[in-house]
């Protein structure tokens, strides 16, 4: 685990869908085309690629905090 | 209008009422309709609770209140001493008093403004001097508006604090705190994004108490009386008492005050007892949980509904006769509450909209899937900015598996329904 969680905000995001595009391990789209985060965790092998995918939302609806799943 | 329980309008002599452990607290027995004046008020509760002179008097203070184990009465039942804390550790913070009651079928809260504006003033009032504020609002229910504005005009300014009357936003999620500070500030009734907290960056960015208005009456008691009297009702764990309003088949549908914990089948007697068979009671609220007719042998608190998955919420109780559709009921309610999403997050806005249609067919004998329905419940679930959309789908969900075999009936085009009159109240649709 890299410590890293990933979060959206749902308010800012429009649901273009960039980030499952980009990180297909742990983001998957709901019926309506809106980011689902998988839980657990950001693992370590995939932090570049998460920071990478926070930059390229559109919306800047996409962050990375530090902590747990439940913080 | 739903009126107060008959045993609050009249007949109790108000001499000696504030004995600890005597009801009613909140709505004045024995006193005309109306609100009470300032001087029947002082008359009756005695002088408004002494703001604290120090910041270690104000630290005391806030102790009373967490020993009292008062808790948001707006459903959430948040310690509302944490609340006081985080909030008065902050620069020029404010209270604003929350009497929005966007809940269609509760009158709770409108009740206590129109009866006893000045103890939701003074807890108000009593709350801006534990955390060092010098504004509050209030912001209320378009019905009550002018008495909250009598109210005020009658006391002036209490002390230091200064108070300001906002008419709330008549929506269902207007009343969700973050969304009563847009309100305020904006004129939008949608709940912000968070962080920030609102005790740290509120309503012009600074430090924001929230407090339903039922939740500052009781604190000007415990201000007035302290920690033990308060504690004198209500179980050791939910102590205090709380407002409910009591609707369906009963005889006298009715907002009443009970000690938390009351049996369930007690507190539906204040309204008259039960008007007929009950096949189901809806518990809490709209976003809040149906469950059978063994509920009403458990005592109406948190840990009372806990085994029936369900909780106190904001004191809503509706009895649903057995002549009335419960799926069709939720399916009417389940489409109010998705036209009533702020719009601002696409699984609440698409997601509930996509289950009240899916409810709609299954409650109107059309093909429905129940697969389906229970997929998007879990898509929908904890994916909004506010717990709008999850307090929908715990209601749909509970409802799925109240009338199950209703599911299944009308899967074949069967209803039980035979009452040609909806029992849940919802507002026209209005055009989007």
Same mark, same amino acid.
């Given at each position: ?71 | ?19 600890? *452990? ?15 004046? %300032? ?21 005391? /203070? ?49 009740? %206590? /403004? ?83 907290? @609102? ?70 007697? /204040? ?10 009671? @809806?518990?809490? *609220? ?17 840990? *009372? ?14 009895? @649903? ?15 109010? %509450? ?23 067919? /299954? ?70």
């Amino acid at each position: 685990m890299s410590g890293l969680v990933l979060r959206v905000d749902p308010i800012a995001c429009d649901g273009r869908g960039l980030c499952a595009e980009a990180l297909p391990e742990l983001i998957t789209l709901d019926d309506w085309g809106f980011p689902v985060i998988q839980p657990g965790g950001v693992p370590a092998a995939l932090a570049g690629e998460a920071r990478e995918t926070v930059r390229i939302c559109p919306k800047l609806a996409l962050r990375l905090d530090r902590g747990t799943d439940h913080g | 209008m739903i009126r107060p329980a008959p045993h609050l309008a009249a007949g109790a002599r108000h001499a000696g009422w504030q004995e600890a *452990g005597t009801l009613p607290r909140l709505l004045p027995a024995g006193f005309a309709a109306g609100p009470a004046t %300032l001087a029947e008020h002082r008359a009756r509760y005695g002088p408004e609770p002494a703001p604290p002179r120090s910041h270690p008097d104000r630290l005391r /203070l806030i102790g009373e209140v967490e020993r009292a184990g008062l808790t948001g009465r707006g459903g959430a039942h948040f310690p509302t001493a944490r609340k006081l804390a985080a909030v008065a550790a902050g620069p020029d913070p404010v209270v604003i008093a929350n009497g929005t009651e966007g809940e269609p079928a509760s009158a709770k809260d409108k009740i %206590l /403004l129109a009866r006893s504006p000045h103890l939701v003033l003074d807890g108000a009032a009593f709350a801006a001097g534990l955390i060092g504020a010098r504004e509050a609002y209030l912001v209320v229910h378009h019905s009550v508006r002018d008495l909250v504005d009598e109210a005020v005009a009658e006391r002036g300014r209490a002390g230091r604090v200064r108070f300001r009357v906002v008419t709330a936003a008549d929506r269902f999620v207007a009343g969700e705190a973050s969304a009563v500070v847009h309100w305020i500030e904006r004129g939008v009734p949608a709940p912000l994004p968070r962080p920030p907290r @609102l005790a740290d960056q509120g309503l012009g960015g600074r430090p924001t108490l929230v407090q339903n208005v039922e939740t500052l009456a009781h604190l000007a008691f415990i201000g007035r009386h302290g920690a033990g009297w308060f504690r004198a009702l209500g179980t050791e764990a939910e102590p205090g008492t709380m407002l409910v309003t009591i609707l369906g088949a009963v005889r006298e549908p009715c907002v009443a005050e009970i000690a938390v914990g009351t049996p369930l089948q007690e507190v539906l007697g /204040l309204a008259g007892g039960v008007s007929g068979p009950v096949q189901a009671v @809806l518990l809490g *609220g709209y976003s809040g949980h149906w469950a059978g007719p063994d509920a009403l042998a458990r005592p109406f608190s948190a840990a *009372g509904l806990a085994r029936l998955g369900a909780s106190v919420g904001a004191g809503l109780i509706v009895a @649903l006769p057995t002549d009335v559709c419960g799926l069709a009921e939720t399916a009417r309610v389940a489409r109010y %509450l998705a036209d009533e999403s702020a719009g601002q997050c696409g699984p609440c806005l698409f997601g509930l909209d996509a289950v009240a249609g899916e409810l709609a067919r /299954l409650a109107d004998g059309h093909p429905a899937s129940l697969a389906t329905l229970h997929r998007w419940l879990g898509q929908v679930d904890g994916r909004g900015a506010c717990a709008h959309p999850d307090g929908a789908v715990r209601m749909i969900a509970s409802a799925l598996r109240v009338f199950a075999s209703e599911a299944e009936q009308h899967a074949q085009g069967w209803c039980c329904g035979t009452a040609g009159t909806p029992v849940l109240p919802v507002p026209p649709r209005r055009a989007r």
